[in-house]
């Protein structure tokens, strides 16, 4: 056990844990954000997908240690008011169907966005590849980012947290 | 509280709330047989309650599952298209279980709104009527002279208006109407408009509680390490390092394994990892996938049980100008939902209260009164959002686990399976081996059609669909349902799913050896399956059928009707050297009669497209040592983005009788894929998954 500080969605937390313990546990069990999901535990579905310090992470792969003092953003944290351009962009395209894999599609989307405020379809096929959607609402994923990154060049913004 | 009950065909009964506001709760009376008997039927279905408040808050209770095809969406948009209703003024509340009130509440077979459509237009229509009726009483005027307008009550000729708020405690005093009149579709609002999910807002900021995300004061989190052999029982086990884990408080026996208990999921999870157990694995310890393959083939070496014989194949076959015979193989596929199975239980004395993610809350209501021998109204199912269902969530084995664990606790558990535990326990789509036969003619149509099925248990599971839509005057359908110790269960569209691969590569098989165009030759077998042929023929049209394609392209076509649907689908692909497959596009076409919502047509087509393409380019679970070999999504490969063809969905206007459509998009995508597979390369794919070794240029 160690005590752990870390930031997740601006507050300021720290959790009394075993250091290996992956930082998706640590989120929904210890700290209580459920948005971000559980789906296969060795990073190959992509649900579990957070931010630390702005950087698209697998936490369910990821032991707590290693988010030791950093800046850990969930699907909760992305915007104050659900109007991050992406997720007005999912509104808009009625992405989701089961809705299980989407907090981890819209934070990849978003990591991407911030680094590529104008993704190709081959940018998006390189990062939202590392993500499984069982309903299949990929052909909507690919128009929300589209229309994400139009709208959030509309706005000045970089679409980014 | 004053509850009338009417003797009429659809027992409507209306229940007038403290003044304040009415009820209206609807009954359907159990319709047809379901297609494929996949649900279990009560003698009625009531789907939802229909209340509308002071303040004008229609609030309407679905007992449906929402699982991602939109029924919290769609049955709402029914109720409410007839009410005319202020569709922002709609609330839907989620059903807890129920033996009685509301019918069967299993959501499966593509069924919700076909089987409520009448019932809800008619519930809507009797309430908007009462409310028409309260208001023209208040002005003294005639009925004729009001209307109605999202969510108010006009007065043409004054001008003169009340809102439903305004008159619910009026209407709620007033006698049901006999036959309220239903609206003429053209005049439909709501029913027919693409509509986003009601769901969806919450669905992208983390706030939508699954089964997985329910919280309860003083819950512990519990893992299950199942026997690895199906069947297994444990012989005996020691305890002794998980409890050293840290996190973890308990470790006990159930039949179905040893849980382990924890103050949070990965303790449990690393509890198990430190478990030692001795198997008794049973009489399944050395099956394996080969001697399945050997078993189904050996039994199908002789005549099965007939499932349908229309003239004499055999006679037709021996005097046929020509006979063309094949063998089909469908693998054993899990569902892999996103969420895994998991489930909250707290057992009080005589009493239970549960929050599953389940498409069966009866189902699981039953069962847990039984294991705890409890009357079933003490047990309380709360239905949870299902991160994916597709037919394995209508077992409820995953709940009673949970029961167990919790009565042997006394404390609220959530037990959570790992992605292994999901993939190695689930309820699989029967494997199957086809010996297919067809006699030809001089002009090289059908004169006989044989196909026997050689499948694991169950029986409807595996002969579902085989049915060929075809004109062919003998018909010779017989099956053997063995049972190879692999659980089975319904697998998004069920028998159609496997069936349609068999039925649509054969005969386009036929087409081929006929030399004849393989839609032509569709098109005019389906003479009497008008339907059927209208959206084979749009399907062709859009897609381009007959024109030329890029160099090494191919196109394949394929229909179905399943589950009272028609859908024809045309695959687009090209194979490289090394014999990977890229699918370009997919058409499709389809009549579903009147439809809810498009939107929901669309995304349900679309999703029924990757889930059954995944299952034919990817996906085949195996048994070695009578365990599944496969765990996680690395040796159980999904769909990507980056694989994603373009879909466009056609949907063909259409006032017929209503089908399904979470599941009819699914059975003719493998057969269209492996057809247009064989018009860009000359090979045809009998077996599935579509491996590239299978497709590399020899």
New interface residues.
């Given amino acids: 056990m160690a005590s752990i500080s870390l930031t997740i969605n601006g507050k300021r937390q720290t959790v009394d844990v075993d250091p290996a313990m992956p930082l998706l546990w640590v989120i929904r069990d210890i700290i209580g954000y459920t948005g971000t999901k559980y789906g296969c535990g060795a990073g190959l579905c992509g649900a579990c997908t957070v931010h630390i310090d702005g950087e698209a992470t697998r936490s369910c792969v990821t032991p707590v240690e290693m988010a030791a003092n950093k800046t850990v953003t969930t699907i909760e944290g992305l915007s104050p008011d659900r109007r991050h351009p992406l997720q007005l962009a999912w509104i808009e395209e009625d992405v989701p169907q089961c809705g299980y894999c989407q907090s981890g599609q819209i934070m990849s989307a978003a990591a991407l966005l911030a680094e590529k405020p104008k993704p190709t379809d081959a940018d998006i096929d390189a990062m939202m590849g590392g993500h499984i959607c069982r309903c299949g609402t990929y052909n909507r994923i690919r128009r929300a980012i589209h229309r994400a990154a139009d709208t959030a060049k509309a706005m000045g913004s970089k679409g980014g947290e | 509280m004053n509850t009338t009950t009417l003797n009429r065909r659809d027992f409507m009964k209306v229940v007038s709330m403290a003044g304040t506001g009415f009820v209206l709760g609807f009954y359907l009376p159990t319709k047809e047989q379901e297609l494929l008997a996949l649900e279990p039927m009560e003698a009625f279905a009531p789907n939802a309650f229909l209340s509308i408040d002071a303040t004008g808050t229609v609030t309407i209770t679905v007992a449906k599952s929402e ?4 029924v919290r969406t769609a049955l709402p948009m029914i109720v409410a298209d007839e009410l005319d209703a202020d569709w922002s003024k709609v609330k839907i509340d989620q059903a807890p279980a129920h033996p009685t009130k509301y019918g069967s509440q299993s959501t499966g077979g593509s069924a919700s709104v076909r089987r409520s459509w009448d019932m809800l237009r008619k519930a809507g229509a009797t309430a908007r009527d009462m409310l028409v009726t309260a208001a023209a009483q208040q002005w003294n005027a005639e009925k004729s002279a009001c209307s109605t307008e999202n969510g108010m009550v006009i007065h043409k000729p004054s001008g003169k208006k009340l809102s439903y708020g305004e008159l619910a405690a009026a209407a709620a005093k007033l006698p049901v109407p006999e036959n309220p009149p239903l609206k003429d579709p053209k005049d439909f609002k709501i029913i027919g408009k693409p509509m ?2 009601v ?12 089964g ?2 329910v ?1 309860v004061p003083g819950m512990v ?1 519990a893992s299950i390490e199942h026997s690895p052999v199906f069947g297994g029982k444990v012989a005996s086990f020691d305890a002794s390092k998980a409890k050293k884990i ?2 973890v408080k308990d470790v006990i026996q159930i039949d179905e394994g040893v849980a382990v208990i924890a103050t ?4 449990a ?1 690393k509890g198990r990892e430190a478990l030692s157990i001795k198997w008794d694995e049973g009489p399944n310890a050395n099956q394996s996938q080969a001697n399945i393959w050997k078993t189904l083939e050996e039994a199908a070496k002789k005549p099965g049980t007939e499932e349908l014989k229309v003239g004499d194949a055999a006679t037709a076959l021996n005097s046929a100008a020509k006979k063309v015979e094949a063998v089909y193989y469908a693998p054993f596929v899990a569902h ?5 199975m998991n489930c909250t239980a707290h057992v009080r004395g005589n009493e239970c209260e549960i929050w599953a993610p389940t498409q069966t809350p009866q189902q699981a209501q039953n069962q847990a009164a039984r294991v705890l021998g409890i009357p079933v109204e003490n047990v309380k199912v709360n239905v949870t ?6 037919g394995r969530r209508l077992q409820a084995d995953y709940v009673v686990e949970a029961v167990k664990v919790a009565k042997a606790v006394g404390a609220p558990v959530k037990l ?1 399976w ?2 292994e535990d999901d993939m190695q326990h689930d309820f699989y789509r029967p494997a199957t081996y086809n010996v297919m036969t067809a006699g030809l003619d001089n002009d090289g149509w059908p004169v006989a059609w044989t196909h026997r099925i050689a499948g694991t248990k169950e029986k409807g599971l595996v002969t579902g669909g085989s049915t060929p839509p075809y004109a062919i005057p003998n018909v010779l359908i017989d099956s053997h349902i063995i049972d190879v110790g692999v659980p089975i269960g319904a697998w998004r569209s069920v028998g159609p799913s496997q069936n349609a691969f068999m039925v649509e590569s054969f005969i386009d098989e036929l087409a081929a050896a006929a030399k004849k165009d393989p839609f032509e030759y569709r098109r005019r077998l389906l003479e009497n399956k008008p339907r059927l042929k209208r959206v084979l023929e749009l399907a062709a049209e859009k897609a381009g059928w007959g024109k030329p394609l890029q160099a090494g392209r191919g196109r394949g076509i394929a229909c179905c009707e399943s589950f009272g649907s028609n859908i024809a689908e045309v695959a687009e692909v090209s194979v490289a050297n090394d014999g990977s497959l890229t699918i370009h596009r997919v058409v499709v076409a389809v009549d579903c009669g009147p439809v809810v919502n498009p ?1 929901t047509i669309e ?1 349900q087509i ?6 059954g393409l995944s299952a034919a380019i990817k996906d085949e679970i195996t048994i070695e040592k009578g365990r599944v070999a496969q765990g ?3 040796d159980y490969q ?5 694989e ?1 063809p ?2 466009e969905v056609h949907i063909v206007p259409s006032t017929e009788s209503q089908g399904g459509i979470g599941e009819p998009g699914l059975p003719p995508i493998a057969p269209a894929v492996c057809n247009a597979i064989f018009a860009a390369t000359g090979k045809r794919i009998r077996k599935l998954p579509i491996r590239a070794e299978d497709l590399k240029k020899s």
């Fill in positions: 699982m991602g095809q939109g986003n999910q769901d969806t807002p919450s669905r992208v900021d983390g706030s939508a509680v699954y997985i995300d919280k989190y840290a996190g949070n999921t990965w303790s999870f892999a939902t996103m969420e895994p959002m299902l991160g994916g269902g597709f959570v790992t992605r939107k995304a679309e999703g029924a497209i990757v889930y996680n999504f690395n999904i769909m990507r983005i980056n994603m373009k879909v």
